[in-house]
């Protein structure tokens, strides 16, 4: 069985921006995946994110075709009002990635967060990693 792992927005503005240091393993999160070794989930609330940032690298279009692939290769997972109240009272510096977060806490089963943000999940109850980081992980396991 897969393993279900929450990948923070700006691995995947990492991947699909292709920013140096960072597109190599963010496009192995995504190989990963499409090898069914593991499941991403997604917060909603990151598409509008990745919408705007690689909107502007790449254009209206190039930009909505991804976003088309993204609801296609993995889970979106609503943040209602809940998980709202739940981030503004975790003890997280960036309000933003609170609300990821408390998101990720829906997905039952869920395995660990991946971002390149690692310090902002400092008060974080489940494994936080890079997408180098865990990439090694999942190299340790076999």
Do not use: C, W
């Amino acid at each position: 069985m897969a393993s279900k792992i929450f990948v923070d927005s700006d691995v995947i503005i990492d991947f699909f921006t292709d920013r140096e240091h960072f597109a190599n393993p963010a496009s192995s999160i995504f190989e990963l995946n499409e090898l069914g070794v593991i499941h991403i989930y997604i917060s909603a609330v990151s598409l509008n994110n990745i919408y705007y940032i690689v909107r502007k690298f790449l254009g209206h279009k190039d930009t909505i075709k991804i976003i088309e692939e993204l609801v296609d290769i993995t889970e979106i997972i609503g943040t209602t009002k809940k998980e709202i109240i739940q981030a503004l009272k975790n003890d997280f510096k960036d309000y933003e990635d609170s609300v990821q977060y408390s998101t990720a806490l829906n997905v039952k089963g869920l395995e660990a967060i991946v971002t390149r943000n690692t310090k902002d999940y400092v008060n974080a109850k489940l494994p936080i990693f890079t997408s180098e980081g865990y990439i090694k992980t999942i190299s340790d396991k076999t």
